[in-house]
């Protein structure tokens, strides 16, 4: 009723009705598009307040990749509340697609994930540099290698996440291989995974390798599980970790702390892309 009001009052449909689901007309979505950046600038008047003077409240919605979040939310979350104490966080772990499409449509408001993600109305910033390390079953001939070179790294034994998550590819990119060639790999049974524990589970089983964030390697438990872990000689593959938020840059200074606090608990080795290869 009110959108009725309001078309009434504007002399213009904003919605077409004829059509399932309901979509904005032309004019309509330009005046959709207009409604947003007034309600953010009203929102800015507020971010303008709290950043000037010092307060942290409000809510802030994170949306993290599920290869980062369970590696990384435990070593800052505890501080980060306890730090902002008045300030409510709302995280969701979902892929990088998903997280961009929430930045658009405002219900995210800053995504943690692997960069870049090469959209001109976000903006990124740079947190740490990630390696890559092999996990590798006993029955690789890699497995008797003390470090692995990017080379030594074969799809026919490549275990991989399903398609949406970014590992995937930064995957088949240090490999120079594609989809197709991946697919078409001599192997008995293509494995695809929707997280990294399963794949793991499978190394451990030797089904092959995968490759596995630096972070990950805290969670394995035994040295059995550690003594599958070879990391890459020179020059060492990483991924590029960082924050996306919308150029509108609200809750900037919210934004700015997380980015401090995470920062804060990283190793000082992942600081820097040296002698590395970014992915």
């Not at 697609?97 to 408001?109: A, Q, V």
């Not at 630096?214 to 003594?227: S, V």
Request: with cysteine.
């Amino acid at each position: 009723m009110q959108i009725q009001k309001l078309e009434e009052e504007l002399g213009v449909i904003i919605f077409d009705r004829g059509k399932q689901p309901i979509v904005a007309t032309e004019i309509g979505a330009k005046i959709l598009k207009q409604a947003r950046t007034i309600l953010q600038e009203s929102e800015r008047l507020q971010n303008i307040v709290e950043s000037e003077t010092g307060e942290y409240t409000g809510t802030l919605k994170i949306g993290i990749i599920p290869t980062i979040a369970p590696y990384l939310l435990p070593s800052f979350l505890q501080s980060f509340i306890e730090k902002y104490p008045n300030l409510e966080l709302v995280i969701d772990e979902i892929t990088t697609s998903e997280i961009l499409k929430g930045i658009h449509k405002d219900l995210i408001d800053v995504g943690v994930l692997a960069l870049p993600v090469n959209d001109q109305d976000i903006a990124e910033r740079v947190l740490y540099f990630e390696p890559f390390v092999a996990y590798i079953g006993k029955r690789s001939p890699l497995y008797k290698k003390n470090k692995v070179d990017v080379d030594d790294l074969s799809t026919n034994d490549l275990l991989l996440l399903k398609e949406g998550h970014c590992l995937r590819g930064h995957a088949l990119k240090l490999c120079k291989s594609t989809e197709k060639e991946w697919s078409q790999g001599k192997r008995k049974i293509l494995f695809e995974s929707g997280t990294l524990d399963t794949l793991k589970k499978l190394v451990e089983q030797d089904f092959g390798l995968t490759l596995l964030p630096f972070l990950a390697i805290k969670d394995l438990e035994t040295k059995e599980k550690i003594a599958l872990v070879r990391e890459f000689n020179p020059p060492v593959p990483k991924r590029e970790i960082g924050l996306v938020f919308s150029k509108a840059y609200l809750k900037r200074h919210l934004i700015e702390a997380l980015a401090k606090e995470i920062i804060n608990v990283i190793p000082k080795n992942l600081l820097s892309k040296e002698n590395s290869i970014i992915l």
